[in-house]
């Protein structure tokens, strides 16, 4: 089941997480903001309902206190007469702002069906048998009356009624009625509270229960969730990161520890032993036919035996080593405790036999074959890097003497490892001073001595040792990464010179130039070569760049088939270079991407003897003709060989029958004596008449 980016689940968690926090406090602060709302209608109804109570009970105080200084101030002396008017009257306009404030608190209305209920406060004030309306406006406006009498008799100002006091209304009776209705009103306002508050708090009750509900279904369906979903999330993070910390160490394919690992651990590996005063053995193991297993048999082949092969290794080795894989076909082993050299010795034997052993792919039976290098701590050397540089050295010199077997690291290493190193530096300084220089071979047509190309060929003329052969220094080179900038000095120079034969009308066909896959994988290699061309005035048409069949077989992916048409479709021509020896599948021997075969030497080197080589040449002469592509031979350095050559039909040659490679001068001077000479008019003395 495919998985989905990490990112991408990690947005969706967040996500999740975040939507369900906030829907979860949307939906708590709604419940709490409820819960205060009512809490609030509450408290204020309270304290609305106390207000009204304070108001009944002052009332009934004041009707009392109006009916009592009424018939006081009656009874009173002349005298005290004033004093008790103004009770009267003060005690009086309170009443009746209390009145009005009650009617306004509770809003209520005389024409209001509501007084027909026994229960209601419009029923005490507006009907039977309270009528506290009627008592209350009665109290009041005899009140009034009464005070105005009072004031007239008294001759106080008075600006109201002008009757006699007698006539004013104030006695017991409708003092114990005011004062049954309020008792009436407050408690018909009490019971109401009571009611109100009954049903505010049944709300309240519910709207809590509600929330204890809601905060549960919270938890139930979101914060649970949520909280697997996290903790879900947490272990597979968890998973993914011992996942990551597993393979950040370890070979994806075999499961062996990796170059990072090793790295990391080497110099460990070598305390303990100086610690413990033992020898620590480095083997460094390569297979000897692993591209060939690939190329024939496929990749899952070449995988399937890399990882029989760390199988194998782990099994040979006890605990305490160390197996890693370096890349590709390269693996490491670690022995601790290595003892003597015959121990050593002994040890590599049984590993290498057992790794050697045959291995059964599908059917089909496999012999990898296995060389190892061995370099041991602390005689051949005391640091991690060091040991693994003589171990390699070690396995190169292993591989040369045939291969399936292993060598120690020697004083004779040592002195080629410093020769190595020597030889790097000064590459290094060649490079900086573009000390390497273009030699010139030309290619011929045999039937008819024109020049077909000329192949431009790096030499490397060193100020001490002088010339240095490219079978020497270039594997240095491709080993540390110098042949692009080689390359592209070697490019540069021999596009200017043949820029020049061009403008001053030398025929030298094509120029040929070798380039390696390294170089073809640098990203402007392209741009660097039609800028090249562009500057020198070379025409496209007049390059040819060589590439060996590793070349036309790499992957899509490292992008060199794509530079390659397009440098194709710019005009420049392309060669497959020392064709037959290598892996090519024939669907890449074609006209819409190959302008010329260059058969290898060791196909043309005693043609005229060996049978072999005259019918692969002949038949891949046929395969060519009969594409429409062109051919050329490498390697002729007898006439016997021309001679054969011609008769199958393979009409262009290169080769030292020819010609040796040429520093620029002598290949200018080559170029030039084989120009066709042109007719010269002669001027006859004398008269023809």
Known sequence: MSQQPVHTVSGKLILLIKAGYWLALLIIATMVAASFVLLQQTMATQQHNNTLLDIVSTQKTLSQRIVFLASATGAASRDKQPALVSALKQATAEFETNYDLLLKQTGADPQSPAKLDAKSIESVLFAKPFHLDYFSVGLIANGDRLISALESRLNLDNDGYKGSAERVNLDASVANATLSGYAALGQRISAEADERSEKLLALHRTLFYATLGVILLVALFIFRPMSNAILRKTRELVDARNS???????????????????????????????????????????????????????????????????????????????????????????????????????????????????????????????????????????????????????????????????????????????YRKQLEHDIKVAIAERAFQVYFQPQVSLTDGTISGIEAL?????????????????????????????GRIVISKAINEAAEWNRAGIAFGRLAVNVSGTELREHDFDAFLFETLEKAGLPPQKLSLEIVESVILDDEKTGIAA?????????????????????????????NEIDRLKIDRRFVQNIHENGDNSKIVRAITELARGLGISIVAEGAETEAELDSLMAIGCDQVQGYSIAFPMPQDKALEWLTARMPKKAKLRVLQGSLA
């Open 244 to 418: 990551m910390a597993f393979i950040a160490v370890h070979d994806g394919l075999t499961g062996l520890h990796n170059r990072t690992f090793l790295t990391d651990h080497f110099d460990t590996l070598i305390k303990g032993a100086h610690r413990r005063r033992e020898r620590l053995a480095v083997v460094q193991i390569d297979l000897d036919r692993f591209k060939q297993i690939n190329d024939t048999l496929g990749h899952a082949a070449g995988d399937y035996v890399l990882v029989v092969t760390a199988q194998r290794m782990r099994d040979s080795c006890r605990a305490s080593d160390l197996c890693a894989r370096l890349g590709g076909d390269e693996f490491v082993m670690i022995l601790n405790g290595a003892g003597s050299t015959e121990d050593i010795n002994m040890l590599a034997r049984r590993i290498l036999a057992h790794i050697n052993e045959p291995i059964v792919f599908q059917g089909t039976t496999i012999l990898p074959g296995a060389s190892g290098g061995i370099a041991v701590y602390p005689i051949d050397a005391d640091n991690a890097q060091d040991l693994l540089v003589h171990a390699d050295l070690a396995l190169y010199s292993a591989k040369k003497m045939g291969g399936g077997n292993f060598s120690f690291f020697s004083e004779e290493l040592r002195r080629e490892l410093d």
């Open 458 to 486: 790096v030499r490397w003329n060193h100020h001490e040792r002088g010339m240095i052969s490219p079978g020497e220094f270039i594997p240095v080179a491709e080993k540390c990464g110098f042949m692009p900038e080689i």
């Open 563 to 591: 530079k390659l048409r397009h440098i194709r479709a710019a005009g420049v021509h392309l060669e497959l270079d020392d064709f037959g020896t290598g892996y090519a599948s024939l669907s890449h021997v074609n006209p």
